[in-house]
């Protein structure tokens, strides 16, 4: 969720600029496009189904990206996740003037040349060489240096094609009938293209690197409010008002394979810090349908614009849209990280002074998470950074920025 209400943004201001938006993405996000009033194209099968499989919750909580490859290159697997992919996509394009698409899925750009309309390329981190800080998705975060750095990503960029090529070449010598891209992959061709790419995260956060190209832009964070007319239910804003500012906890669509364990551990934790805590459900299912103390309330959903500024704390995952949401709410952050970019941006909060020291999902203890929980709540130093970063995040306009960007290369005609 915290990964797509960012598009979801960008297409509401689409659409109150006079534009014909389409939002296409699993089904599982459809509702969320209906609050907003988008228009929704569903995508393959649903995310959810996929990651409580029980073995896929054991690769992610395990924290390894292999694994979780070697998961994701079982048939099973390759099939839930490619079924109908290319069909619902060839839908979702239909009558399009220009496409948005996430950078990681090189395939959609297949589909714009296909119908010959200019497109832009879009993503939450950082997936471009340089050599100006490691790889998100290899080391962890951690700097080694500027020879390192750059080889490090140069294997992360291939490692993104070489995953997405077989099923772009297939699609393109079969369905779209185009030429396949090169083997090493498209970057020449966008570079002599001009094809912007975005990168929908703040420059307070992390700077841009001086070595990227022009075409590459760090527009700052996309971020929607809460849909028109949204409230919660009366049990949560009770909730809130009964007591001192509750803690947030929640690793959306990370499941971790035992979600009864965790939500013991998350309820110890809250114990032994003394906190109050709203646990959202996410993917897992923590909570749902089960008595909890008094001290904690779990909820299914609730947009973060609205509940994160309510909170003295904010416990999760590291997803890049949920860490630009707790980060412009101005309170301290405790970042969980399962894999991927998730230890990147949980090293870079810490960096920052606006959380504790991270700690991995495979790791967590309980009285580990009470110790990073009593720190974030107790630590003035902390609150204070916090506070400072949200402030210049609040006054960013990262969708007004990218909508320029991306109508200035419409105009030109891609």
Known sequence: ????????????????????VRLAARPDFAQLAASHGIEFAPLGNPYKSVMRDQEVAAAVGSGSLWKIVKQASDPRQRQAFFERLDTDTMKAVEGAEAIIYKSSWIPFYAYAEKLGVPCVAAMLMPLTRTRSFPSFLLGGGKDRGKFVNSLLWRVTEQFIWQVARKYDTKLRRGMLNLPPLPYFGPDKRFEKEQVPLLYAYSPAVLPRPADWSERIHVTGYWFTDAPSGWAPGPELAAFIEDGPPPVYIGFGSMTGGDPKGTLEMILEALELSRQRGIILAGWAGLGEDKALPEYAYAAQSVPHSWLFPRVAAVVHHGGAGTTAAGLRAGVPSVLIPFVADQPAWAIRVAELGAGPRPIPFKELTAERLADAIGQAVSDAMMRESAGRIGERIRAEDGVGAAVEIFMSHVRRGG
């Not at 990964?3 to 006079?18: E, H, Q, S």
Request: hydrophobic fraction near 50%; aromatic fraction near 10%; avoid cysteine.
């Open 1 to 20: 969720m915290g990964d797509t209400y960012p598009f979801v943004a960008l297409a509401a201001r689409l659409k109150a600029l006079g534009h014909s």
